[in-house]
T-cell receptor
């Protein structure tokens, strides 16, 4: 089956810094989503992004489906951005998750 | 919409007991998924339904696990008998035509 790999596995930032998280997938996918799992365990949908670029406030995402990767940009990070960021690839009805990037934003 | 609703939020049970987890998907969504999250294995898809019909249960660990969706607004995941290695957070998610998945808050299961 499809493999979804995320990098880096963990990241520590000072508040106000910018960061880029990467997601590579091994096969063609129908679609791609980014989620944030907050410290309380809730999985929050950030972006549904099959291709192109989307922005939502300080977050933006870009997917290049032909090259099988997606990027999540976080600008001017805040402590509330801490948590685990997952990308998940849709293939054949299934949503397959990467192992996540654990982000810690320090004040 | 209230989102995907799971119950209970927390469940502690003794080994060998039956456990039933419940999920109410978002109204109008035609896909429903059950996931399990552990530190070792991350987020794993257990089973998913389309229009109340199970489509792929290849992720169900063993025969002790079963899932049903009797109607479009309700699904259950049952473990019988439960074992300590079943301890995990179980998530339910729903989507419309596989476009954008919405997750519930999860059920944290502890089997002692």
């Amino acid at each position: 089956g499809i493999q979804v790999e995320q990098s880096p596995p963990d990241l520590i930032l000072q508040e106000g810094a910018n960061s880029t998280l990467r997601c590579n997938f091994s096969d063609s996918v129908n679609n791609l989503q980014w989620f944030h799992q907050n410290p309380w365990g809730q999985l929050i949908n950030l972006f549904y992004i099959p291709s192109g670029t989307k922005q939502n406030g300080r977050l933006s995402a870009t997917t290049v489906a032909t090259e099988r990767y997606s990027l999540l940009y976080i600008s001017s990070s805040q402590t509330t951005d801490s948590g685990v960021y997952f990308c998940a690839a849709h293939q054949g009805g299934k949503l397959i998750f990467g192992q996540g990037t654990e982000l810690s934003v320090k004040p | 919409d209230a989102g995907v609703i799971q119950s209970p939020r927390h469940e502690v049970t003794e080994m060998g007991q039956e456990v039933t987890l419940r999920c109410k998907p978002i109204s109008g969504h035609d896909y429903l998924f059950w996931y399990r999250q552990t530190m070792m294995r991350g987020l794993e898809l257990l089973i998913y339904f389309n229009n109340n019909v199970p489509i792929d249960d290849s992720g169900m660990p063993e025969d002790r696990f079963s899932a049903k969706m009797p109607n479009a607004s309700f699904s259950t995941l049952k473990i019988q008998p439960s074992e300590p290695r079943d301890s995990a957070v179980y998530f339910c998610a729903s989507s419309f035509y596989q476009i954008g998945y919405t997750f519930g808050s999860g059920t944290r299961l502890t089997v002692v």
